[in-house]
């Protein structure tokens, strides 16, 4: 076995730009702002905030396992199951899973502390906050993920949004500021709906499992409806940036990244199979990823430009 391919695989590796993105996008608003950018605090912001995201990934696999919410999502006919299939497919036993999981939870605290030593000892409070929301989004006795009250939602708009931005920003600059937050709200939410999504795949099997999204609890129909809404709010909050100065105008450029995935709603229905809502899936990972680029780029040139 190729122990890097397993690596990538057990840890879902390919979606780690949802992390990565928006901890450079922290790290540019303070090139642009402030004028200030220290090259290896940033690598090792990347390699920490990585570490956390890949063990989020494989902690919820270990506890949808241990639920049985991902062996009903195989088993269940028209569900899609989203896991990386090491502990449901019988790839990996589930002590070496967690074993691997909790080493990237070690890098991740270990990149935290060293990062308080020069930065602050508020980047650990990013770091633990992270690391709580990343354990018991599925874990028990909170599980906050399956109680349907739009936790889940709110913790990933942190995770993926607020949090690495701000921390980033703060890593760089040694302060935290509203701008660094309100530049986390577009590929945040964006991030938001594409998590929000991946809950069509399969929430027949997560009723049956007990696992109470926001699909299972509102239903198909309203759910579709809120997830057009959550794509409104992100690129509003883009254009709300472009206009208040927090990016430069070219940055609305991003708006474009938009268009595929509004089409792809055109074409759903009130009610549809869960094949039907891959391609909302791969739109809506490539609109959070493609948006983010935009805006890291239009910082990056304004920054320049500024020097």
């Given at each position: 076995m190729n122990t890097w391919t397993d690596f990538k695989k057990a840890s879902r590796f390919r979606v780690i730009p949802v992390m990565l993105v928006p901890v450079f996008l922290g790290a540019l608003g303070a090139f642009m702002w402030k004028g200030v950018f220290h090259p290896w605090l940033f690598v090792l912001t990347l390699i920490g905030s990585a570490s956390a995201h890949l063990f989020s990934n494989m902690i919820n696999d270990l506890w949808d396992y241990r639920s049985g919410a991902d062996s009903l999502a195989q088993e269940t006919a028209d569900a899609i199951s989203t896991n990386s299939g090491y502990l449901a497919g019988g790839k990996m036993s589930e002590r070496a899973f967690a074993q691997l999981a909790w080493s990237l939870f070690g890098l991740g605290i270990l990149s935290g502390v060293i990062l308080s030593l020069f930065s602050g000892w508020i980047v650990m409070v990013f770091a633990i906050l992270g690391g709580l929301i990343a354990y018991y989004y599925v874990a028990p006795p909170i599980r906050f993920g399956y109680r349907g009250k739009g936790y889940g939602?709110?913790?990933?708009?942190?995770?993926?949004?607020?949090?690495?931005?701000?921390?980033?920003?703060?890593?760089?600059?040694?302060?935290?500021?509203?701008?660094?937050?309100?530049?986390?709200?577009?590929?945040?939410?964006?991030?938001?709906?594409?998590?929000?999504?991946?809950?069509?795949?399969?929430?027949?099997?997560?009723?049956?499992?007990?696992?109470?999204?926001?699909v299972v609890v509102w239903g198909e129909q309203r759910a579709l409806r809120f997830s057009k809404w959550l794509l409104f709010l992100a690129y509003g909050f883009l254009i709300l940036c472009a206009v208040i100065g927090l990016v430069p105008l070219y940055a609305l450029l991003a708006l474009l990244t938009a268009i595929p995935l509004y089409r792809i709603y055109g074409r759903l229905g009130a009610h549809n199979p869960s094949s039907a809502y891959l391609p909302l899936m791969g739109a809506s990972l490539q609109a959070s990823i493609r948006c983010g680029l935009i805006m890291m780029a239009a910082l990056l040139v304004q920054g320049l430009i500024q020097l």
């Open positions: 939602e709110v913790a990933i708009l942190l995770s993926f949004g607020v949090l690495p931005v701000l921390g980033s920003y703060y890593v760089q600059t040694g302060s935290l500021s509203w701008e660094a937050a309100l530049l986390s709200m577009p590929v945040g939410l964006l991030t938001t709906l594409l998590l929000f999504n991946h809950h069509f795949l399969h929430w027949q099997a997560d009723k049956q499992a007990g696992k109470n999204t926001l």
